[in-house]
């Protein structure tokens, strides 16, 4: 079964509209981390937001905002008030366990990626 | 801002040859990584290394790859002998906490 499930490849969004992309997650290990990361066409990859399991509350950068629902094992990033910048793919990734407890789990496992296309 | 640096950006190699791939992590962190992304596919775990030797490592990550932090400040990649199929971008993240994990820019690693 895939850890990290994107359903949408590609998705276009009219410029300063709100757009959530979607992201499902597998594990059975209680205490686990949630990334987002945007790709610009140039490469990089850009660390977005964190969400741990434990976090009471849904984490929020600026204009992102992670909704986390745990009991559906879901992670959606929410990008409020989307610019023509926003346009890349954007990556959901996992990390299992903790590094303080759980040594050698630190590693990130990625979805397929969501192509965000933002239309002026 | 500090960020994570990698050399060269762009490598082109022929099969058989061997590469070194090139990083400078942030400077106060503690546990680096390496990841590959073949064009169009997900991005890849293939090693993390702390306090000086590997932690984790992928199936991908065979004895045609290295790693090493040959001082404070570099962490290299190395590819023995590249086949065909190595040819990705390849990452080198660090993090200080499990609360993060930077990328760098990226190497790509064409092989011919």
């Known amino acids: 079964a895939q850890k990290i499930t994107q359903t949408q490849p590609g998705m276009f969004v009219q410029e300063k509209e709100a757009v959530t992309l979607d992201c499902t997650y597998d594990?059975?290990?209680?205490?686990?981390?949630l990334f987002w990361y945007k790709q610009p066409s140039s490469g990089e990859m850009i660390f977005l937001i964190y969400?741990?399991?434990?976090?009471?509350q849904n984490a929020t950068e600026g204009r992102y905002s992670l909704n986390f629902q745990k009991a559906r094992k879901s992670a959606n990033l929410v990008i409020s008030a989307s610019q023509l910048g926003d346009s890349a793919m954007y990556f959901c990734?996992?990390?299992?366990?903790?590094?303080?407890?759980?040594?050698?789990?630190?590693?990130?496992?990625f979805g397929t990626g969501t192509r965000l296309t933002i239309i002026p | 801002e500090p960020e994570v640096t990698q050399t060269p950006s762009h490598q082109v190699t022929q099969m058989g040859q061997e590469v070194i791939l090139r990083c400078v992590p942030i400077?106060?962190?503690?546990?680096f990584y390496w990841y590959r992304q073949i064009l169009g596919q997900k991005v890849e775990f293939l090693v993390s290394?702390?306090?000086?030797?590997?932690?984790?490592k992928s199936e991908i990550f065979d004895d045609q790859f290295s790693v090493e932090r040959p001082d404070g400040s570099n962490f290299t990649l190395k590819i023995r002998s590249t086949k065909l199929e190595d040819s990705a971008m390849y990452f080198c993240?660090?993090?200080?906490?499990?609360?993060?994990?930077?990328f760098g820019p990226g190497t790509r690693l064409t092989v011919t």
């Open positions: 969400q741990g399991s434990y976090d009471q």
């Open positions: 990734a996992m990390r299992e366990g903790t590094l303080k407890n759980n040594f050698g789990n630190e590693k990130l496992t």
């Open positions: 993240a660090s993090s200080y906490t499990e609360l993060e994990q930077y």
């Open positions: 594990t059975s290990d209680p205490s686990y981390g």
């Open positions: 290394f702390y306090n000086n030797e590997i932690s984790e």
């Open positions: 400077s106060n962190h503690l546990y």
